[in-house]
């Protein structure tokens, strides 16, 4: 499901219109870099927050109507103009990236639902205003598509999130059922992790199907797009399910088979 580096944004697919790409791998750039900030490399808490105050300095500029020297920018300048796209929304990204370094554990779902609104929605939004489809129901839908997208990527990589000192898996969830940090640290699936697994599923599609009508609001290509975009990450919950939830020994992610099933799918969907 995942497209290159940043698992949030679906850069320059063939679905994706032509006058299209160039504003979607910039705002792609941008994000990719500001997520290896945060994520990549040996660098200190201190110095990648300073680099992401960096970016979130080349983001005064563009608002400002300045266009930065950095290239990186200088591209997001443009097409931030052209495309008339809202800088908060870029301004959202940073500020999740930035969490990322400094939170490692979220307290609830609704903890958790509020990273989801700044480190994916923005992408959704974005998109849905180039597309000229940013109307409050369609933003609402999006948002619970993006939301449902970075759930399903969470409980996908529960063992290479610990691995980087994370867990998604809210703590109220985790005291609901039983289930210790000692325990995910052993990559331990028993029944008390697949059934906080299996919560976690059936909240993730829930959240997917009620966001998915957005797709018969989106015309032609980028309709499409969407579909592909919403069975794939349905796909995933139902190989986390067929795998009894354990994402410790074995992944869930998407084959070539699983894209042919894909496109059946969505040229069925409503």
Excluded at 68 to 79: G, I, Q, S, W
Excluded at 201 to 210: I, S
């Amino acid at each position: 499901m995942s497209v290159d580096h940043y698992e949030n944004f679906p850069v320059a697919s063939i679905l994706l219109p032509r006058h299209l790409r160039e504003p979607v791998e910039a705002i792609y750039a941008f994000a990719r870099t500001a997520d290896d900030i945060a994520d990549e490399g040996d660098a200190s808490p201190a110095e990648r927050l300073a680099s992401l105050a960096r970016y979130q300095q080349q983001l005064d500029q563009i608002e400002a109507g300045s266009t930065p020297d950095e290239p990186l920018f200088a591209r997001l300048a443009l097409n931030v103009r052209q495309w008339a796209l809202p800088v908060q929304l870029l301004r959202d990204l940073l500020d999740a990236f930035a969490q990322d370094v400094v939170k490692k554990r979220y307290a609830d779902f609704p903890d958790l639902l509020d990273y989801c609104r700044r480190s994916a929605n923005p992408v959704g939004r974005l998109l849905l205003h180039l597309y000229a489809k940013a109307t409050d129901e369609n933003l609402r839908r999006s948002d619970l598509i993006c939301s449902a997208l970075q759930l399903i990527n969470f409980w996908q990589d529960v063992g290479i999130d610990w691995r980087k000192e994370r867990v998604y898996l809210p703590q109220t969830s985790l005291v609901q059922f039983a289930v210790s940090e000692t325990q995910i640290a052993a990559a331990d699936c028993d029944a008390a992790f697949r059934a906080l697994m299996q919560h976690e599923v059936k909240h993730a599609r829930a959240m997917m199907l009620e966001g998915a009508p957005l797709t018969a609001a989106l015309p032609g290509r980028v309709g499409w797009e969407l579909r592909l975009v919403v069975q794939g990450g349905l796909r995933i919950l139902e190989q986390i399910e067929a795998v009894d939830y354990d994402v410790f020994r074995q992944r869930p992610e998407l084959g070539k088979l699983d894209w042919l099933l894909l496109a059946w799918r969505a040229l069925w969907m409503k």
